[in-house]
């Protein structure tokens, strides 16, 4: 089975508008799906730099002159930029969400569809897994992180299952975790049900909402002049924080504007209307099937 199938790939990098001579950022490195194609784009004298947490990703590293491997959250996109000598970039790419790969490793935790110990660490090497969320965190914490990352409509009645689960002991496998939410997990969409409540622990686990808000906030100031920014959302939370930056600049959507009321804003967005997967890459693929592409360009 591959590492993980790059979605909506041609769209992406075509987005991206690629100069051979220019320097661009994966900041979702992965299986590297993305980053071959953008190496293939580009010139001898182009840069492409790869960001990813996951040390099972640095397996693919790619043997390549012009490409540079960063193992580390895309929250430090500007301090490695800086490190490597590099002051502008012509492209971004980040392909956001969980890979294939890790959904597919049971021993990750990220997956309902296998038992296994409950983990769900983007970096096996940081500190909080989803075992010290569940079995550790406040009841009013647990409501937020539910009703914020999950979007449950009973929130309340989920984090009672996992209140009295505690009380009998420590929580600690997926199995178990399905196992206490009992009769709140509804038959006929089993499988979403188990997925939000899994997405909004794995957010919660992996400071997802904020390292994409600090990574968005950073863009603007590395980004050359007519570079691009291209983004995958897999989910609401994420799509409106992007959609907010590239329309407005900034992740709350509050559009600035100046004296003359003209708006402050130093993206244009390239594709007003979201580019989703064609049925060709949805019979292939169906984990691409929640894929939104947005593009913006650095005026």
Known sequence: ???????????????????????????????????????????KKGTLIAFDQDPDAAKNVIDDRRFIFVRANFRYLRNFLRYHGIEAVNGILADLGISSHQIDQPGRGFSFRADSRLDMRMDPSSRKSAVEVLNETPENELYRIFRTYGELKNTGAVVRAVMKGREAGLISSTAQLEALLGELVPRQTRSKFLAKVFQAIRIEVNGEMEALEEMLEQT??????????????????????VKNYMKTGNTVGELKKDFYGHPETCWKQINRKVITPGEDELRENSRARSAKLRIAEKK
């Open 1 to 43: 089975m591959a590492y993980h199938r790059p979605v909506l790939l041609k769209e992406s990098v075509e987005g991206l508008n690629i100069q051979p001579k220019g320097t661009y950022v994966d900041l979702t490195f992965g299986g590297g799906g993305h980053s071959r194609h953008v190496l293939e784009k580009l010139g």
């Open 220 to 241: 603007a100031g590395v980004m050359a002049e007519g570079g691009r920014l291209v983004v995958i959302t897999y989910h609401s939370l994420e799509d409106r924080l």
